[in-house]
């Protein structure tokens, strides 16, 4: 059970790891709500497939219509437009490492808004996070910070959706103790799409389906299939048999994945000074998820 379990966290993270690529090369050919709308209806109808087999399935009741609705525009529309939007200027692997910081946030949410308690270790945990988000975005040229110029304008929209994914994960946290994960998914999912779908049929993203050529479909049901439907299944499948922390670390591969498939797919040079930044990133992550910390690094899956 452990070794099929260790496949699936693994699987999951090596999909999302390649999901910046596959969505940089999405965007050649479609606008990102387009993008978005095909993704999410294709990772909509995996999920529903996979909770009408499992045979619990139930709409939502009361107040929780509202609750998904809210988790559907941050976490599925809201979000993904941000990074979306955000990959047409900014290189995948500068995305993947930003995202690396959700953790950071999710403690400084904690912090801020329930006044939890942050050790040393966690305080320089988020500053060496911060650092190292400032090297890979400036690519180690830092002095650039003092005359005002921070990376690309999808560097900004990226970082945004670092706090937006922390926002939605302490959101979400109620409703997985009330819910099976796949069921909320399915719901919160749908709403993001239906949100998705109205932006979509406003705009010309009907005539660009049309165009899209085979290398871009095979991109998109990458996304579609593979990241928002499979991905999520295998990974809530481990959490039921690995213990959090381990399955939390399989987390740290995901930016690695994404330097990887990068270079080889989109010939994205791997810098010295991006890699010492993703580094200092990754050190950051793990001194606040320390044992005994109060942030679980697994509630910022993302992608």
Request: proline fraction near 3%; charged fraction near 10%.
């Amino acid at each position: 059970m452990n070794i099929k379990a260790i496949f699936k966290a693994l699987f999951a993270v090596t999909v999302w790891g390649a999901s910046f690529v596959a969505t940089k090369i999405s965007l050649q050919y479609v606008v990102p709500t387009t993008l978005v709308w095909l993704r999410f209806t294709m990772g909509v109808i995996v999920l529903g497939v996979a909770v009408g087999l499992s045979k619990k399935f139930s709409l939502p009741q009361g107040k929780d219509w509202g609750y998904f609705a809210v988790l559907g525009f941050l976490g599925i529309t809201f979000h993904q437009w941000l990074q979306s939007t955000g990959l047409v200027t900014a290189q995948a692997t500068t995305t993947a490492w930003i995202v690396a910081t959700i953790p950071v946030f999710m403690a400084l949410l904690g912090l801020v808004v329930l006044r939890e308690h942050l050790a040393g270790y966690q305080v320089a945990g988020i500053f060496l996070a911060a650092l190292g988000v400032l090297v890979v975005i400036t690519k180690g040229d830092l002095a650039a910070l003092l005359v005002g110029k921070f990376g690309t304008p999808g560097d900004f929209l990226v970082l945004m959706s670092a706090p937006n994914w922390a926002i939605f994960s302490a959101l979400s946290r109620s409703g997985l103790k009330r819910h099976s994960s796949t069921l909320m998914m399915f719901h919160v999912m749908s709403f993001g799409w239906f949100f998705t779908s109205i932006l979509f049929f406003l705009t010309s993203g009907a005539t660009e389906i049309i165009s899209i050529p085979w290398d871009g479909w095979i991109a998109v049901t990458f996304l579609g299939v593979f990241c928002s439907g499979i991905a999520y299944i295998f990974w809530y499948d481990a959490l039921k048999v690995l213990p959090v922390a381990q399955t939390g670390a399989f987390l740290y591969l995901e930016p690695l994945i994404t330097v990887m498939v990068a270079a080889l797919v989109l010939r994205e040079a791997i810098l010295l000074a991006t890699l010492i930044g993703g580094i200092t990133i990754l050190i950051g992550v793990w001194l606040v998820n320390r044992p005994g910390g109060s942030v679980q690094v697994v509630e910022a899956v993302e992608s």
